[in-house]
């Protein structure tokens, strides 16, 4: 049920999220979604695709190490309060979520999309589908 | 001029000590033929038999002794007297594989404690003196060897060992110590930790310092005496050859003087082996002509230096040999420990990196830094930021436990580190020595 994303590691210098971007760019790699998780060395770039097997693909022959990951992508209304619904779901549930970070403007009109990583994505998956919470997949 | 120690042996004639030299080298000889098979093979292969060896000018018939010979005879194969007859051993920092166990007699121990006793008096030390030893003490020969030295002499010695800087600076304050023994960017450290404080130079007790194990420069020196308002003076030593107090500066501060009644000096090309006059830079050679319990034969230090014989201002007549210029292997020195980059190589595959990686030393505020970036891996990367982090306090970890002392880890992209002629440059050294 889950999608995949893409986890590339740069090194948390000046230039180098340029360089990055430029070969996606070169490259005709459309980016749906992305986050930047930091350290003051390094820096790990998540991306959600298009296509993830073109993109790995590039990105590896650019000499990028990147690794794909099943991550839970639910779908919620554009309002306050709908983070909390199943925020609150997956609390209920024991579930701690790793990371997450939000698009607007995805796939469904007047929705955005929840990216999640947990450490149990196939039981993440299911709560959150038994609390009528639509989820994308691949 | 000042005071010696021995004056008899340190300011003894050429003629006296090429005497010593010859008998003293031509009965070392006899003894390991006599009591080290390894010694005898050696000699047996290279056609030679004791009574070929009549004195210093014979040295160069004898063949090297390299610090792979001491590993392979590892712990005691190369002690050439009944282990009943040895009262101590030291030993080197501990460099995998390269460990060396050194053994002495009580007369060892008392010889090279003279040679300490030599270097303390020629800064000026004497019973009057304080002299705190800030080397550390153990297996290193550092603190022992100048503890013994500083008891020759009868100063009063506080036997401090390294670390712990605010104690050093409260015995330096409160028993008005007047000599500091340690390593150079020690020295600096303390002299920074005192400026910090709020001390001036001249309200710092100390008057001279015995500094070595490790490589500085002449403004290094300059910056130390300024801080601590002393007279800064190197030593050299190994711990196969003794410690500290083979070679010691003088007040002239040009140069080190080998104790040549016990250590034949000889610099030779380190390509051809063939030996190299005075003022020609190569690879220093020592041969130990009293050491009775671990005695070595034209030992390869893997140091380039150059010997001088020119007369010098203080008195002495024993050869001034330079601070070392270099190194003829890839051994770095780094806060006085002994690095190869085999050993952060062994560490990084054993940790699950691959051996692309680079070596940074530089020197901050006088004191040594290693930096070593290692390109990230597949096998390594992982999504998650806590557990590379991690790995990466796992890996310093390694190290740290591998090398003795703190290396920073910064994970680099793949291919980032420089590669010339497919070769990767491995070591950068930028400290200015």
Request: negative net charge; proline residues 4%.
């Amino acid at each position: 049920m889950s999608i995949s994303q893409i986890s590339v590691f740069l090194e948390n210098k000046s230039g180098s999220l340029s360089e990055f971007s430029g070969v996606l760019s070169d490259n005709n790699i459309n980016i749906q979604a992305m986050s930047v998780a930091e350290t003051s060395e390094f820096g790990i770039v998540r991306l959600i695709t298009d296509d993830t097997y073109d993109a790995a693909t590039v990105l590896k022959d650019a000499g990028y190490i990147a690794r794909i990951t099943p991550v839970t992508c639910a779908t919620i209304e554009d309002r306050p309060g709908s983070l909390h619904e199943i925020i609150s779901v997956l609390n209920k549930s024991g579930i701690d979520v790793d990371y997450m970070y939000a698009f607007l403007g995805g796939r469904k009109e007047n929705h955005a999309h929840i990216i999640l990583k947990t450490e149990d994505d196939k039981k993440t998956d299911a709560v959150l589908k038994s609390a009528g919470i639509e989820l994308l997949e691949d | 001029m000042g005071a010696y120690f021995q004056e008899e042996i340190e300011c003894a004639s050429a003629g006296k000590i090429k005497q010593m030299q010859d008998e003293r080298l031509a009965a070392q000889v006899k003894h390991v033929w006599d009591n080290v098979p390894f010694y005898r093979k050696k000699l047996e292969e290279a056609g030679i038999k004791p009574e070929d060896i009549k004195g210093r000018d014979d040295l160069h018939k004898l063949p090297f002794t390299t610090k792979a010979d001491l590993r392979d005879n590892y712990p005691d194969k190369l002690v050439a007297v009944p282990l009943d007859d040895c009262v101590r051993i030291q030993s080197t920092s501990g460099t995998t594989g390269k460990r060396v166990v050194a053994y002495y007699t009580k007369e060892d121990i008392d010889l090279w404690e003279d040679c300490c006793a030599r270097a303390i008096v020629a800064v000026g030390g004497s019973k009057k003196d304080v002299c705190q030893v800030s080397y550390g003490y153990g297996l290193f020969t550092g603190g022992p060897g100048l503890n013994g030295g500083s008891h020759k002499v009868g100063c009063l010695t506080v036997p401090t060992s390294s670390g712990n800087t605010d104690r050093q600076i409260m015995f330096i304050n409160d028993l008005k110590t007047t000599i500091l023994c340690c390593t150079p960017s020690y020295a600096a450290y303390l002299g920074e930790s005192m400026k910090e404080m709020g001390m001036k130079p001249d309200e710092i007790p100390l008057k001279a310092g015995i500094f070595g194990a490790e490589a500085w420069s002449e403004e290094m020196r300059n910056d130390i005496q300024k801080t601590l308002g002393i007279k800064a003076y190197d030593i050299y030593g190994l711990t196969e050859l003794s410690g500290p107090g083979v070679a010691f500066e003088c007040s002239e501060q040009k140069g080190m003087h080998v104790n040549e009644d016990h250590f034949i000096a000889e610099v030779v090309d380190p390509e051809t082996g063939e030996p190299l006059p005075d003022g020609e830079k190569g690879e220093l050679i020592f041969t130990s002509i009293t050491k009775k319990a671990f005695p070595l034969l034209r030992y390869r230090t893997r140091d380039i230096c150059i010997l001088s014989h020119e007369k010098c201002g203080c008195g002495r007549t024993h050869v001034k040999m330079t601070k070392p210029l270099g190194r003829t292997d890839d051994m770095l020195i780094i806060r006085g420990v002994n690095v190869f980059p085999s050993q952060i190589e062994t560490v990084l595959l054993k940790e699950g990196y691959q051996a692309n990686y680079q070596i940074i030393v530089d020197r901050v505020n006088n004191t040594d830094t290693l930096d070593v970036h290692v390109e990230m891996t597949p096998e390594v990367f992982t999504d998650n930021v806590g557990e590379i982090s991690r790995r990466q306090n796992e890996l310093v970890a390694a190290l740290r436990s591998m090398l003795g002392i703190k290396a920073n880890v910064t994970l680099v992209a793949p291919k980032s580190i420089i590669r010339s002629e497919g070769k990767a440059v491995r070591v950068i050294d930028n400290r200015k020595i």
